[in-house]
């Protein structure tokens, strides 16, 4: 009833960007924080950048400078700038938000995930 969906990903060369898109949508109240995570082969699935319905955000401290998160509340979307790529930026971007649905329930929902490669 309520979906993620991202967009963005793809192949690009070190110190290129890439812009990734994350759309919410279904029985939607409201949305809370909504966070990119990255998964790295072999490696656990690690915070890269949150932002509050407020607009406050957070970074991973190997992005901080290079990656910004922003979002749109009217499209209930969220987007991830990245720009100077690096190799070790490679991994599944996945999107996650806090959302209340209609009915008043609070969950947590996950997008697909977008792959990201940085070639060398």
């Known amino acids: 009833q309520v979906q993620l969906v991202e967009s963005g990903g793809g192949l690009v060369q070190a110190g290129g960007s890439l812009r990734l898109s994350c759309a919410a949508s279904g029985r939607i109240s409201s949305i809370n924080a909504m966070d990119w995570y990255r998964q790295a082969p072999g490696k656990q699935r690690e915070l890269v950048a949150g932002?509050?319905?407020?607009?406050?955000?957070n970074y991973e401290d190997s992005v901080k400078g290079r990656f910004t998160i922003s979002r749109d509340n009217a499209k209930n979307t969220v987007y991830l700038q990245m720009n100077s790529l690096k190799p070790e930026d490679t991994a599944v971007y996945y999107c996650?938000?806090?959302?209340?649905?209609?009915?008043?329930?609070?969950?947590?929902?996950w997008g697909q995930g977008t792959q990201v490669t940085v070639s060398s």
């Open positions: 932002i509050t319905s407020r607009g406050s955000t």
């Open positions: 996650n938000a806090d959302i209340w649905d209609w009915d008043t329930r609070r969950h947590v929902y």
